[in-house]
T-cell receptor, first 114, second 113 residues
Framework: AQSVAQPEDQVNVAEGNPLTVKCTYS??????LFWYVQYPNRGLQFLLK??????LVKGSYGFEAEFNKSQTSFHLKKPSALVSDSALYFC????????????FGSGTQLTVLP | DVKVTQSSRYLVKRTGEKVFLECVQD?????MFWYRQDPGLGLRLIYF???????EKGDIPEGYSVSREKKERFSLILESASTNQTSMYLC????????????FGQGTRLTVV
């Protein structure tokens, strides 16, 4: 069975500082990995994904994520945080060969302090 | 842009009522999903459908059923609503390819009283 762990419920960072939101995964085969963001009372918006190839993936709004197969991690990063980045972030995994089950982590609330 | 539309943003229903949550997507996606979101638990899959009239149970199907009579529409049914089904419900759709992202509706916040 596939699973995702987001070890931090809450991350606080000062505006202008780099941010990292952590994600580790478990699958029996090769993973497809996704990051989504959710603003209050809204649905989830897709940020970026890793399918294959370069381990550093760039996505929307200046976000990037690094796939590390040996550590089974897919941490979300941004070099300089904005107050408007404050939101709930979800990591998700899907095994290759299956388009059906997309498993989400529990979410990390990011707060960027002015 | 892909659009996934859920019929209601907010719903208040009484215990024991039959509740229908409707979802429509406009991108001819094969897969459609219903998730439930609760604080600290993330998103949990209730049901998904990979074709018209086809469905599979997700992680928490108890107390729910689904219907997919047309490719663009996927309905979630609470046969007899209970207070522990008070939650945010999110519909999503995707192509039938593992590397594709899912697109989400805006969510329905259901309160059962």
């Amino acid at each position: 069975a596939q699973s995702v762990a987001q070890p931090e419920d809450q991350v606080n960072v000062a505006e202008g500082n780099p941010l990292t939101v952590k994600c580790t995964y478990s699958v029996s085969g090769n993973p497809y990995l996704f990051w989504y963001v959710q603003y209050p009372n809204r649905g989830l918006q897709f940020l970026l994904k890793y399918i294959t190839g370069d381990n550093l993936v760039k996505g929307s709004y200046g976000f990037e994520a690094e796939f590390n197969k040996s550590q089974t991690s897919f941490h979300l990063k941004k070099p300089s945080a904005l107050v408007s980045d404050s939101a709930l972030y979800f990591c998700a995994v899907r095994e290759t060969g299956s388009a059906r089950q997309l498993t989400f982590g529990s979410g990390t609330q990011l707060t960027v302090l002015p | 842009d892909v659009k996934v539309t859920q019929s209601s943003r907010y719903l208040v229903k009484r215990t024991g009522e039959k509740v229908f949550l409707e979802c429509v997507q406009d991108m001819d996606h094969e897969n459609m999903f219903w998730y439930r979101q609760d604080p600290g638990l993330g998103l949990r899959l209730i049901y998904f459908s990979y074709d018209v009239k086809m469905k599979e149970k997700g992680d928490i199907p108890e107390g729910y059923s689904v219907s997919r009579e047309k490719k663009e529409r996927f309905s979630l049914i609470l046969e007899s609503a209970s207070t522990n089904q008070t939650s945010m419900y999110l519909c999503a759709s995707s192509l039938n390819f593992p590397g594709t992202e899912a697109f989400f509706g805006q969510g329905t916040r259901l309160t059962v009283v």
